[in-house]
C-alpha cells in the first residue's frame, strides 16, 4: 500500500493518456498456475475488469477500451464460449447500477449481432442506461476483430457510394475512422498487453497507428491498481514524436 501511495505521486495528472486500450490476456494460465478450471481464470478475470474500470473513472482516464472477446474466440471450445457469454452476461446485470452511480457510460465495438440474444438485450440495456453519463467512457470490444472492422467499413462505403450518399473524393483518413466501430472517439494513445505476449491479436489495427504499447508480464486476473500505475508511469516517459523529429 504506501509503494501504491509512492508511484501514485509519480504520475502527473495533466499527462494522463486519454484513451487506454487493453488486451486482457492470461485468464488460462492463471486458472492452470492456480490448478483452477479455465472459466475460473475468466471469473478472476472479470474482477480484474471491475478494479481497472473503477481505478481509471477514479483517475480520470476518458476512455478505457478492453478486448472482451475477440472474433477469433468463437473458434474455442462451446463449453467456453457459453461460460464466457454467461460471464458477460452476469457482468453487465450486476454492473450496470454502478456503472450508472460511478458516471460511466458503457460502448460497445463489434458484432453485436452475433452475440446471444440474453446478452444483446443486456448489452442495450446498460447502454442504454449509461448514456447520460459524462465520465469514463468504457469501450467494451465484443466479438471485435480489426481485419473484420476494416472490411466491413469498406464494405459500407462502397454501398454509400454506389449508392451516390457519399462521394468517392471525400474518402480520406478521417472519413474512414467514421465508418468504423470506434467512430467518435480518438485513437488510443496507450495499448496495455498482460501476460506478456508481443502480439496485437487483430486488436484495433487502425487505431493503434500511434499508440504506445506497454507489455506487462503479469496475468490479467492478477492486474491491480499497481500495475497500471506502473504502465502510466512508463507512458509518461516516453516522448510521442508522431512521425515527427524532436522539437527544440
Ligand atoms: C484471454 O485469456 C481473455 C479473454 C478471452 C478475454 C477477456 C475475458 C475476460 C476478462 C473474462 C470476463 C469478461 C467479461 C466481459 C465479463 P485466455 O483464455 O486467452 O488466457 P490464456 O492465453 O492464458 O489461455
Known amino acids: 500500500m504506501a509503494e501504491y501511495k509512492e508511484l501514485l505521486k509519480l504520475i502527473d495528472r495533466t499527462r494522463l493518456p486519454q484513451h487506454i486500450a487493453i488486451i486482457m490476456d492470461g485468464n488460462g494460465r492463471w486458472a492452470k498456475k492456480h490448478n483452477r478450471r479455465r472459466i475460473e481464470g475468466h471469473l478472476e478475470g472479470a474482477k480484474a475488469i471491475r478494479r481497472v474500470v473503477r481505478f481509471c473513472g477514479e483517475i ?40 450508472r452511480k460511478n458516471n460511466i ?5 463489434g458484432q453485436v449481432e452475433r452475440l446471444p440474444s440474453k446478452v444483446r438485450a443486456e448489452l442495450s440495456s446498460s447502454i442504454d442506461g449509461t448514456k447520460e453519463n459524462s465520465g469514463l467512457i468504457l469501450n467494451l470490444a465484443l466479438s471485435y476483430g480489426g481485419r473484420e472492422e476494416i472490411v466491413r467499413a469498406c464494405r459500407e462505403i462502397a454501398k454509400q457510394v454506389c449508392n451516390r450518399r457519399e462521394k468517392f473524393k471525400d474518402i480520406n483518413e478521417q472519413f474512414f475512422n467514421e465508418y468504423l466501430y470506434t467512430s467518435g472517439l480518438p485513437d488510443p494513445d496507450l495499448l496495455i498487453r498482460t501476460s506478456g505476449e508481443f502480439r496485437i491479436s487483430n486488436f484495433l489495427l487502425w487505431q493503434i497507428a500511434y499508440s504506445e504499447i506497454y507489455v506487462t508480464p503479469v496475468l490479467w486476473p492478477d492486474f491491480n491498481r499497481r500495475d497500471l500505475l ?7 516517459r516516453r516522448e510521442r514524436r508522431f512521425g515527427r523529429v524532436k522539437s527544440g
Open 60 to 99: 480520470g482516464i476518458k476512455i478505457l477500451t478492453l478486448f472482451a472477446f475477440s472474433t477469433e474466440n468463437w473458434n474455442r471450445p462451446k463449453r467456453e464460449i457459453q461460460a464466457l457469454m454467461n460471464l458477460l452476461y452476469k457482468f453487465l446485470k450486476e454492473e450496470t447500477n454502478n456503472l
Open 105 to 109: 457510460k458503457l460502448v460497445v465495438s
Open 230 to 236: 506502473l504502465a502510466l508511469i512508463d507512458y509518461q
